[in-house]
């Protein structure tokens, strides 16, 4: 009964946090709100995991101006890439290359680099300590993450592929719990396993003559 009430209780939570999340991502015009949103939503679920409690409204507010600027300009870049890759792949997909070698080509760079820039956009949204880096790390970080740790940059993957699907095929689920549904399951996958890397290579360091 007392798991029951939990996983509703969590169920609110991620509905509440989906909600504004919506509202301040078009509070950014979109292109500039979505990064600071979801960072938003990434820390209020983090609280959530460690048993505080979520004042959702005033938390996700106070992290999305704080975050305003620099979640936009560590994540952007990331997300341009994404729309990149997107943009090539509905080319290959529609036809618009002629030669199969070529299409086949571009279809596999754009699906490596689409796949690579979302585990790297996640980390950086799912991190706090990542995104707390100089600018110049926290990309060069985020970029090599996938490539360390492979089995979770595909577990994501496959869980947001699925996710997508079922949010397309049932859009009002999209609309209630769509993106915190999504930035969870990256908050899951990746936020303590990343921590505890940061921590490893920092005591490498130290260890270091």
Known sequence: ??????????????????????ALTLLGLVVLGVAPASVAAADALL?????????????????????LAPA???????????????SMLWLVIGGAVPSAPLAVALGTVAAISGAWATVSAAAIVAT????RQDVLVTW???????????????????????WAMLCALLWPLAILVGAAAAI?????????????????IDAAGQERP
């Open 1 to 22: 009964m007392l798991r029951g009430n939990e996983m509703i209780e969590r169920v609110v939570l991620v509905l509440r946090i989906n909600l504004v999340w919506i």
């Open 47 to 67: 609280a959530a995991r460690e048993g505080r409690r979520v004042r959702v409204l005033a938390s996700m507010w106070s992290t999305y101006r704080r975050q």
């Open 72 to 86: 936009t300009i560590r994540v952007l870049p990331l997300m341009a890439v994404q729309a990149g890759a997107t």
């Open 128 to 131: 706090p300590r990542l995104r």
């Open 140 to 162: 060069r970080l985020a970029l090599l993450l996938p490539g360390v740790l492979p089995a979770r940059a595909v577990g994501l993957l496959l869980g947001l592929l699925v």
């Open 184 to 200: 969870d399951l990256a908050t899951g996958l990746l936020t303590r396993r990343i921590e505890h890397l940061l921590q490893e």
